[in-house]
């Protein structure tokens, strides 16, 4: 992960390992352990955003802002109701040859410390793939494996790598 500073010069804040090839041409991404999709923010109707550029720079800026707003896409993840005894885990895979199956991979643990107890993970599992979101001008896709756990998480969220 790199973090861009102030004066434009680039650090690296966490070298994550290089993404396990799971599948041909499929690497796993990340995934997210969530107690609830309550813990998730709300998409809001309008955003606000404001900040600091000179005068002469404004326009381009819009028109860079206006430009990634019109290629912005937000896709509907549909997930089984979790209950108390549940929790919902969502992984995220770059899929370079546009809809193959994702084999049986998970970010999750099966136990602790991020769960309260061990649990089983099947051996199959069905992928949702994340329809008009192309990478790599159309080369690759963003796939997620939506699952909901019968279990308890330590943790209201929890990031996979």
């Known amino acids: 992960m790199t973090?861009?500073?102030s004066n434009g010069k680039r650090r690296v804040v966490l070298n994550l390992p290089r993404?396990?090839?799971?599948?041909?041409?499929?690497y796993a991404w990340f995934g997210i352990t969530l107690r609830s999709v309550a813990v998730l923010d709300s998409i809001l109707g309008k955003l606000?955003?404001?900040?600091?550029c000179?005068?002469?720079d404004v326009d381009r800026r819009l028109a860079l802002f206006h430009k990634a707003c019109r290629a912005a896409r937000i896709c509907t993840l549909a997930v089984a109701q979790a209950t108390a005894?549940?929790?919902l885990q969502i992984n995220f895979f770059i899929d370079f040859s546009?809809?193959?199956s994702v084999p049986s991979c998970s970010f999750l643990p099966n136990g602790p410390p991020e769960l309260r107890k061990a649990i089983e993970?099947?051996?199959t599992m069905t992928a949702q793939p994340m329809h008009g979101l192309a990478l790599y001008d159309g080369v690759g896709m963003v796939q997620m494996h939506p699952i909901v756990w019968v279990g308890e998480t330590a943790h209201e969220a929890v990031l996979g790598f």
């Open 48 to 52: 606000w955003f404001s900040a600091e």
């Open 85 to 87: 005894e549940t929790f």
């Open 121 to 123: 993970i099947p051996s």
């Open 3 to 5: 973090e861009v500073l």
């Open 54 to 56: 000179s005068a002469s």
């Open 19 to 26: 993404r396990r090839e799971v599948g041909q041409a499929l």
């Open 98 to 100: 546009r809809g193959q």
